[in-house]
């Protein structure tokens, strides 16, 4: 499965649109985009994930750059409750058995 | 109630003890999933298990063994605990579909003195 990069940690203020970006610029053709949040010590949680079309849930929005090789998680409206620390994965369905694979994400603090 | 359920959700043990982490799920999924969380990382895989009879090692798998009792049953055991085993433990399940989704416990914060 193709490495993803993420920035460590990002500000947002409330009630502002949150981008969180991701690098995985060796992404392949049939790998996945997958995101999830780790609200403070809880067990992750999923949000949203996408192939090469932008997915919007009643959660996130995820926008994949026409080559692939990167993508953004926007909250368009952040609150305090989305401070987290935000996941992004890369997996292919052709990877079988294996399990995700967690980095260690982007923390987003939400600032009133 | 949840849909994944840990037991216990804290415990403190003191090196040497062997200690069992259980989990419980009512989502009728196959694959199960022991992870760990030490501060400021990610989580790191332990063990996988895709049904009954299938048990298979993660990343970090070496002082841990698992046991799937039964399709709803995954549990962690420390034969032996060491002080570098404190951390947060995470049981996961997914179905075998092509989202892959995830869905995470609560967590078992272990401290091991």
Request: net charge positive.
């Amino acid at each position: 499965d193709a490495k993803t990069t993420q920035p460590p940690s990002m500000d947002c203020a409330e009630g502002r649109a949150a981008n969180l970006p991701c690098n995985h610029s060796t992404i392949s053709g049939n790998e996945y985009v997958y995101w999830y949040r780790q609200i403070h010590s809880q067990g992750p949680q999923y949000i949203i994930h996408g192939l090469k079309n932008n997915e919007t849930n009643e959660m996130a929005s995820l926008i994949i750059t026409e080559d692939r090789k990167s993508s953004t998680l926007i909250l368009p409206h952040a609150t305090l409750r989305d401070t987290a620390v935000y996941y992004c994965i890369v997996r292919s369905l052709n990877s079988g058995n294996t399990p995700l694979v967690f980095g260690k994400g982007t923390r987003l603090s939400v600032i009133a | 109630d949840a849909d994944v359920t840990q037991t216990p959700r804290n415990r403190i043990t003191k090196t040497g003890k062997r200690i069992m982490l259980e989990c419980s799920q009512t989502k009728g999924h196959d694959r199960m999933y022991w992870y760990r969380q030490d501060p400021g990382l990610g989580l790191r895989l332990i063990y996988y298990s895709f049904d009954v009879k299938d048990i298979n090692k993660g990343e970090i798998s070496d002082g841990y063994s698992v046991s799937r009792q039964a399709q709803a049953k995954f549990s962690l055991s420390l034969e032996s605990a060491i002080p570098n085993q404190t951390a947060l433990y995470f049981c996961a399940t997914s179905d075998a579909g092509y989202s892959y989704e995830q869905y995470f416990g609560p967590g078992t914060r272990l401290t091991v003195t």
